[in-house]
């Protein structure tokens, strides 16, 4: 789509989330108190994500420093080193795919709301999906970055807890790709009104890439805690990492003949897409050797 500038998302740690993403950020109100809420496109359904609050199962110990090991060997470019094998194992010691994806919850659930904003806009323009998530048709009008972070207050949790901020931050990454893609930088919201099914999947993908490596990037502290890898070493990797992820996960999950912009994103149909594109994610990373 040609060059645009970017509002000045991801660089090193300190500056992960551009301004208007610092958490700081206050929701546009309500234009109408009747306006439907995200997640009740259809009061009948079962909201997105029904089961219950459980904390987040820890790094398995016993398996932690194999992978503190793998790591540490891939980041010093020692011999016998592979990022997948590390990544395998680094799922490994998180109770294997399924349970990784268990505990993704606040993942799942912003990326099904990322995926129900987007269908919204696919199917009824911009100015009806942003009402759907709560915000006043204002936001039209507004600078850009202003209007994103409103949409991301609105999707993404406030980063309370490690697994809330790791969904933070992956939509916000997100948003940025969509700014980048759509050159939102050189106009308005209005630009995205031309997605088609197979960016809006590309995106969603990107979100779900972009929460586990946000959750990597939240274990390794471990590892760098306990001064296996150096400091150097750590920035290294976390460049390398996400086009990791992204790389091994996106080719299998963009051939899945599903339209994500007509799914029931607030429904079980979408709750089901979510948790199996997460448990197939860190199915592929856990396979890789």
Same mark, same amino acid.
């Given at each position: 789509?040609?060059?645009?500038?970017?509002?000045?998302?991801?660089?090193?740690?300190?500056?992960?989330?551009?301004?208007?993403?610092?958490?700081?950020?206050?929701?546009?109100?309500?234009?109408?108190?009747?306006?439907?809420?995200?997640? !009740?496109?259809?009061?009948?359904?079962?909201?997105?994500?029904?089961?219950?609050? %459980?904390?987040?199962?820890?790094?398995?110990?016993?398996?932690?420093?194999?992978?503190? %090991?793998?790591?540490?060997?891939?980041?010093?470019?020692?011999?016998?080193?592979?990022?997948?094998?590390?990544?395998?194992?680094?799922? !490994? +010691?998180?109770?294997?795919? %399924?349970?990784?994806?268990?505990?993704?919850?606040?993942?799942?659930?912003?990326?099904?709301? &990322?995926?129900?904003?987007? +269908?919204?806009?696919?199917?009824?323009?911009?100015?009806?999906?942003?009402?759907?998530?709560? &915000?006043?048709?204002?936001?039209?009008?507004?600078?850009?970055?202003?209007?994103?972070?409103?949409?991301?207050?609105?999707?993404?949790?406030?980063?309370?807890?490690?697994?809330?901020?790791?969904?933070?931050?992956?939509?916000?990454?997100?948003?940025?790709?969509?700014?980048?893609?759509?050159?939102?930088?050189?106009?308005?919201?209005?630009? &995205?009104?031309?997605?088609?099914?197979?960016?809006?999947?590309?995106?969603?993908?990107?979100?779900?890439?972009?929460?586990?490596?946000?959750?990597?990037?939240?274990? &390794?502290?471990?590892?760098?805690?306990?001064?296996?890898?150096?400091?150097?070493?750590?920035?290294?990797?976390?460049?390398?990492?996400?086009?990791?992820?992204? @790389?091994?996960?996106?080719?299998?999950?963009?051939?899945?003949?599903?339209?994500?912009?007509?799914?029931?994103?607030?429904?079980?149909?979408?709750? %089901?897409?979510?948790?199996?594109?997460?448990? !197939?994610?860190? @199915?592929?990373?856990?396979?890789?050797?």
């Amino acid at each position: 789509m040609g060059t645009s500038k970017s509002y000045g998302g991801p660089g090193n740690r300190s500056s992960l989330l551009p301004p208007w993403a610092d958490g700081d950020t206050v929701p546009l109100p309500n234009p109408d108190p009747d306006t439907e809420q995200p997640g !009740q496109d259809n009061p009948s359904e079962p909201p997105t994500d029904p089961s219950p609050e %459980r904390p987040e199962i820890p790094l398995q110990s016993s398996n932690w420093a194999t992978t503190s %090991r793998h790591f540490g060997t891939y980041a010093s470019g020692g011999g016998g080193g592979s990022l997948g094998k590390a990544l395998s194992s680094y799922t !490994q +010691s998180k109770g294997g795919s %399924r349970q990784a994806s268990k505990s993704a919850r606040s993942g799942r659930k912003s990326t099904a709301k &990322l995926g129900g904003f987007l +269908s919204s806009v696919a199917a009824r323009g911009v100015r009806v999906a942003t009402e759907g998530l709560g &915000l006043a048709s204002t936001i039209l009008g507004m600078p850009v970055e202003l209007a994103l972070g409103a949409i991301l207050d609105a999707i993404a949790p406030d980063g309370a807890t490690p697994d809330d901020s790791a969904a933070r931050r992956a939509i916000n990454a997100t948003l940025e790709e969509m700014y980048n893609r759509f050159e939102l930088g050189e106009g308005n919201l209005s630009k &995205l009104e031309a997605i088609d099914s197979n960016t809006a999947k590309e995106l969603i993908i990107f979100s779900v890439t972009s929460y586990i490596f946000e959750k990597f990037l939240q274990d &390794l502290q471990y590892c760098f805690e306990e001064g296996n890898i150096a400091e150097d070493e750590v920035i290294r990797l976390e460049r390398e990492v996400h086009p990791y992820i992204e @790389a091994t996960v996106k080719v299998e999950l963009l051939e899945k003949q599903v339209d994500v912009l007509t799914l029931n994103w607030s429904g079980i149909e979408g709750q %089901r897409f979510c948790d199996e594109i997460y448990s !197939q994610a860190y @199915a592929l990373l856990e396979d890789k050797k």
